[in-house]
């Protein structure tokens, strides 16, 4: 059993709180902080956490807290992090990890000094299926990954601060690209560096500074490509689906909206249906179990095992602060217009990586382009010739 002290008392503290405490599960939240008396004593109640309180230090530093979550806004994260690493407690930390990659720098650097164990809590990774498809692609079902896109779309965010560009450090890219980011960093291979990234990001609907909407590209040096599309203005709920284009397959992930279960109440159910959504009645499209399909129970199985078994988990702070640069990029990508590099002072993966893709030879003259069957049954065979470069095609 770990004992767990939760910053936070809003929308991520309570599904968190929720997938830890998830059925005959041992872990405890032992004390819950929240800025706000009324609030934290009622968080407290609801989920059974013995105390509460409204002091970070205090909370921390109990002798009967083995771990902290950070499930504070985006500007409270580096000080959370660092009050748990002196009082040589573990932290997890939500995403994303800073405001940008020098925040999330820091972070790494505090945890690695303290000695204490570090975990992202990028649950997107976790999800069943993503770990399922994750699995295929290690054990080469689609060949190699040549492009990973990822889609975050919703109507936009739930509490004021995410929309204030100084204490988020952004709009949709730091807020979900994150997410979509480190997904396609998981297909492609996170020790396959992030070269470069070229995105076109925008103010189209909200009062505010930061984008609403994004779309990017980030090249990884092997070539591959993870694409991330956000949005903070999608109507009609929350999208989330992923999908991986490799040499020798294709795999389609969607997550959130019709994905098998679908409802029409004509009357309604007067409640709450499922994160995001924005209809009560008519069609529907509920979730199972919510902390399970986004990956939070699988992810805190996977982070507290990894503790108590004194390995790393499958996302640590070095790879939040992977995610933040490639975010930096962006930003400076969308203001340019050009593709900019994605700085990594701090890198520990491969430094020389083999191109992706790979080139069919057919006989001793030609490569292989491509063959196909025709409706008439023949099969039409496109071919390069090695020496000429002549492409040819014959039919069989
Ligand atoms: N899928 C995910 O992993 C996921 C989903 C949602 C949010 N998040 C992350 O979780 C973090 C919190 O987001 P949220 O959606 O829970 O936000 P929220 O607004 O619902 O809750 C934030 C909590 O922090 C408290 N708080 C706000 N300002 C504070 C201040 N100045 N001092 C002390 N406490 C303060 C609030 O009272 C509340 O308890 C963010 O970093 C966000 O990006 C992650």
């Known amino acids: 059993m770990l004992r767990i002290a939760m910053l936070g008392t809003g929308f991520i503290a309570r599904f968190y709180t929720e997938a830890l405490h998830e059925k005959r599960s041992r872990d405890r939240v032992q004390v819950v902080y929240g800025r706000d008396t ?3 004593k009622a968080f407290a109640e609801q989920h059974q956490i013995p105390r509460f309180s409204t002091s970070i230090a205090e909370s ?22 660092t009050a748990a690493a002196e009082a040589g407690k573990a932290v997890l ?7 940008n990659a020098e925040e999330a720098l820091r972070m790494l650097r505090t945890v690695e000094k303290a000695g204490v164990f570090h975990a992202y809590l990028e649950d997107l990774v976790y999800t069943p299926r993503t770990q399922k498809s994750l699995a295929s692609v290690r054990a080469g079902a689609v060949g190699d990954v040549l492009w990973v896109r990822s889609r975050e779309t919703h109507p936009g965010p739930h509490s004021d601060w995410f929309w204030n560009r100084k204490l988020s450090g952004g709009g949709a890219i730091v ?8 997904i396609a960093r998981n297909f492609i291979g996170k020790d396959i560096r992030p070269a470069e990234v070229m995105c076109w990001a925008d103010t189209l609907v909200h009062p505010i500074e930061a984008e609403d909407h994004a779309v990017g590209l980030v090249r990884y040096e092997n070539g591959a490509i993870g694409q991330f599309e956000v949005s903070w203005a999608f109507r009609g709920g929350m999208d989330l689906r992923d999908e991986v284009s490799g040499t020798e397959g294709t795999i389609w992930l969607n997550h959130w909206l019709r994905t098998g279960f679908e409802m029409f109440s004509a009357r309604g159910q007067s409640g709450y249906v499922a994160e995001k959504t924005e209809s009560e009645s ?20 996977d982070v507290l095992s990894a503790m108590e078994e004194s390995r790393p988990p499958m996302e640590d702070f070095y790879d939040g602060y992977v ?3 490639i975010v930096d990029a962006a930003y400076r990508s969308a ?10 002072p701090v890198w520990r993966g491969r430094n020389t990586t083999e191109r992706v893709g790979t080139i069919r030879e057919y006989d001793a003259d030609h490569l292989l382009i491509k063959e196909e069957k025709m409706p008439d049954g023949s099969i039409n065979v496109i071919l390069r010739h090695k020496q000429t470069g002549r492409i040819i095609q014959q039919t069989k």
């Open 323 to 325: 995610v933040n640069a």
């Open 282 to 301: 008519g069609w529907m499209f509920p979730v199972g179990d919510e902390p399970v399909a986004l990956g939070y129970v699988d992810m805190f199985a």
């Open 93 to 99: 930390c939500t995403k994303p990890l800073g405001r």
């Open 38 to 40: 009324r609030h934290a």
């Open 175 to 182: 807020d979900m690209g994150c997410h979509c980011i480190e």
């Open 335 to 344: 203001n340019s217009k050009h593709w900019e590099t994605v700085r990594l």
């Open 60 to 81: 921390v530093t109990a002798d009967d807290v083995d771990a902290v979550i950070v499930g504070l806004p985006n500007h409270l994260h580096e000080a959370a992090v």
